[in-house]
């Protein structure tokens, strides 16, 4: 199964809202990442978060990590129409000999923000 | 910098020809995966390679999938004999070596949308 999981699945909110999407993951990690993707195009990188790392803050994104509970979650505070996209979290499946990570991501969230 | 650049955007083949993609990865970046979506599903990894190695392909099918690196030029997912349900997005993203022990986030290409017909 996916090393990540978020929920909700679907998620529709009124502009100016909060949005809060959850990632649950199953092993140990050394980093977490968020990605947001518009319907028919291409992954964009939004936020990596370290495992030594609680919070992090990128513009109107919040990313929490509790490691113990072996989950993340995605805060967009104000939400703009512009917001409306699939999001995913992405864990680190395993360290390659290289050092590099080869990434699992979760099955997504579809986020509608309604003008 | 152009980013990671694949083509083509959109392909269609019939049952049982070869579908070739290509995946450029940003300058700089030795590294490069291979990714695919199905519709309304998340991302499945299938390969990781570097230069002329391939590095881990435990995502790929055992047959008629392979992928290279090859020293010059771009990397190349090859689907053969393709199927039905080879329909799906196919995503390439790259990195930068030597990137532990923090990691580093992918950079996407914008993917290659194969329907078998």
């Known amino acids: 199964s996916q090393q990540g999981e978020e929920d909700p699945q679907a998620l529709s909110i009124q502009e100016g809202e909060n949005a809060t999407m959850n990632c649950s993951y199953k092993t140990s990690i050394n980093n977490l990442q968020w990605y947001r993707q518009n319907s028919g195009r291409g992954l964009v990188h939004l936020i990596l978060?370290?495992?030594?790392?609680r919070e992090k803050h990128s513009g109107r994104l919040r990313v929490t990590l509790d490691t113990s509970k072996k989950s993340s979650s995605l805060l967009i505070t104000a939400s703009r129409a512009a917001d409306t996209a699939s999001y995913f979290c992405?864990?680190?499946?395993?360290?390659?000999?290289?050092?590099?990570?080869?990434?699992?991501f979760g099955t997504g969230t579809r986020l509608k923000v309604l003008a | 910098n152009a980013g990671v650049m694949q083509n083509p955007r959109h392909l269609v083949r019939r049952r049982g020809q070869e579908a070739r993609l290509r995946c450029s990865p940003m300058?700089?970046?030795?590294?490069v995966y291979w990714y695919r979506q199905l519709p309304e599903e998340g991302l499945k990894f299938m390969v990781y390679?570097?230069?002329?190695?391939?590095?881990?392909e435990s995502g790929m099918p055992k047959e008629r999938f392979s992928a290279e690196f090859p020293k010059e030029g771009p990397s190349i997912l090859r689907i053969q004999q393709v199927v039905r349900g080879d329909s799906a997005a196919y995503f390439c993203?790259?990195?930068?070596?030597?990137?532990?022990?923090?990691?580093?986030?992918?950079?996407f290409g914008s993917g290659t949308r194969l329907t078998v017909v």
């Open positions: 978060i370290r495992s030594n790392e």
């Open positions: 992405a864990t680190d499946g395993g360290e390659t000999t290289s050092g590099t990570y080869k990434y699992i």
């Open positions: 993203a790259s990195s930068p070596p030597n990137v532990f022990p923090g990691g580093a986030g992918y950079t």
């Open positions: 300058k700089g970046h030795s590294h």
């Open positions: 390679l570097q230069k002329e190695n391939i590095i881990d």
